[in-house]
């Protein structure tokens, strides 16, 4: 069974926002063809922000907030990320339905670096941060052909939607405005999305029991558990 597409609000906090809209200002934008994977060029119209200064001040703020989010570590467990890239959709332009690529670096034509099979990483999750007010421009949906329907995400600056990537999903049109996200790939310490989901709630389940009492005994047999559920299941 899929794993949910998980939203998480004010992922990125008011002093993250304003420090990343210093560094839009000051970049420089190029093709986003430049990261397309697996035979995704032709649907790919957007792009993304030049690797100088302002942007790996971004990444920066984007891993910062990775490492503070309780929802994040205890739903997707992240093994590894990739950097992100700062993509942006002015008016005309989208990213047609597609699916990402199972393993990032495998086969990739533009972003070979290292030897040959170094910076492989599976990607179990993808994520999108909001850096653009939704008010400020149309179209520009995230949409995805969902085992559960179609599903439409746009959502307020500094929120995120994180989401497994096999699940196929385009951007709409930009029909005003102009849209600018980070977007990455996580590989997972669990490979097998059920294994996750019941370390997942054992894990938040102690951090509840926890919060009512830090010293009780179910609290602390729960912490044990969960913990070593973690133990057995985490490949790092
Ligand atoms: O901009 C987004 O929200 C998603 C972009 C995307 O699907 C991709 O780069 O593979
Ligand atoms: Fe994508």
Known sequence: MWP?????????????LDTIQESIDAAAFVDGAVSAGGGNLDVKNNREMAAEQPYVEIVKLVERAIRRSLELNFSVFP????????????????????????????????????????NYLRSDFSMTVFLTDPASYDGGELTFASPWGSRVYKLPIGS???????MPHEVTTVTRGSRLAAILWMQSMIRDHEQRRQVSDLNVL?????????????ALKARDLAANALRLAADV
């Open 206 to 218: 102690a951090q509840e029991l926890l919060a009512l009492d830090r010293t009780s005994p179910l």
């Open 79 to 118: 093994r590894a990320i990739t950097r992100a890239i700062v993509n942006r959709y002015d008016e005309g332009m989208s990213y047609g339905m597609h699916i990402d690529s199972p393993v990032i670096g495998f086969m990739a034509q533009q972003q070979a670096y290292g030897s040959f099979g170094q």
């Open 160 to 166: 995120a939607v994180i989401y497994p990537t096999g």
């Open 4 to 16: 949910s597409i998980i939203t998480i609000e004010k992922f990125l906090d008011d002093d993250d």
